[in-house]
């Protein structure tokens, strides 16, 4: 699986998450009835789409890896680098750009420190990021240090075999859950209590699960608990939609942080897999539908613009509704056409001029036969 090509539906299940995401902005930030009634949990579940996002980019990664590693017999840890950070910079780093400008004119309070936090991806970390337009850089901060580590620690893990790196995954799974709870029960410092829900250490189980889809898909023990659990697949989507949005309401981070993400992500997993086995369903039918791919492709731009638009503290034209969600679907277009595709086309063509300039390097070096028989005719 090569990084340019698209797998059928998983645009659309971005397309599912970054709609939660900004339905739950718009429920912070908005005082209409519609985003503000009991059932609001249900379509803004805003951390249920952060999660669906992560899980989906694990699995994505992942399978990628392990496609390169059997075709090269190694992962190609410079190139990975190379190629995400040409798809996740470009972007995040004009709307840094957008923000810092927008500071000398409106005196949204963006410092430095908060800037460099952003733009270093530290932003999860870091005790000076306090400026409210990068709020949501803590997601990509989570991505951006998986990306460091992972193809790092998977290349390791498979030099001893692909049942080392399931073990690591699972065992990844448990200490990010361990640690959550850890730090939400024992953390006496503000700063940890703040960083619980951000910190990689404690969001790194909804990478993983995805991650472990991808190692042990095709595997007897993970087809056997695929199929008990899609004998009633309908239930998967409405577990973390429905069923952990209710437990999260009567039992808090009690629920979420122990046991409910854990569940949440194995329905997410079960669920894509049946997605991607099952092409003629009506679900794979709407996911895979012309408009919920473009809003899947566009995911990233929308992500990175709208919470400049969706903050409550935003309380000039721009962050009121319809305006802001009017403005934020004109910037994602703007910034997929105008950035994302032109940046990928450049991309593209570095890698092939790349790839032809050690393909004619090995094609006019002489081959070791010839330089021995050259040798041998030499007086």
Partial sequence: MRENSRTPCLDGLRAVAIILVISNHLVHSSDMWIFNNPLSFVFSNGVLGVFLF????????????????????????????????????????????????????????????????????????????????????????????????????????????????????????????????????????????????????????????????????????????????????????????????????????????SVGQAVDGACIVFFMTWLLRNPKSRTHAILNGRIMVHIGLVSYSLYIWQTYFLHRLNDGWSGSFPINLLVILLLAEASYWGIERPVRALRLRIENARGRTVLSTLTLAPSPRAVSSGLSRSP
């Fill in 54 to 257: 992560f899980v989906v980019s694990g699995f994505i990664i992942t399978r990628m890896l392990l496609a390169e590693h059997e075709e090269y017999g190694e992962i190609r840890i410079g190139a990975f680098y190379w190629r995400r950070a040409i798809r996740i910079v470009p972007v995040l780093y004009v709307y840094i750009l957008s923000v810092a400008l927008l500071e000398s004119y409106t005196g949204i309070g963006v410092s430095a420190g908060s800037i460099v936090s952003a733009a270093t991806f530290l932003q999860n970390v870091s005790p000076w990021a306090d400026a409210w337009p990068f709020e949501h850089v803590w997601s990509l901060s989570v991505e951006e240090q998986f990306y460091l580590l992972w193809p790092l620690a998977l290349s390791a893990a498979l030099r001893r075999g692909r049942g080392t790196a399931i073990l690591l995954a699972i065992v990844l799974i448990v200490v990010a859950t361990a640690s959550r709870m850890g730090l939400f029960v024992f953390a006496h410092s503000s700063f940890l209590e703040r960083r619980v829900g951000v910190l990689s250490i404690c969001r790194m189980d909804a990478l993983m699960f995805g991650c472990l889809a991808a190692l042990t898909m095709g595997m007897p023990l993970f087809e056997r608990v695929y199929r008990w659990a899609t004998r009633a697949v309908w239930l998967l989507p409405v577990v973390p939609v429905l069923v952990s949005g209710l437990l999260a309401s009567a039992f808090g981070n009690y629920y979420t942080l």
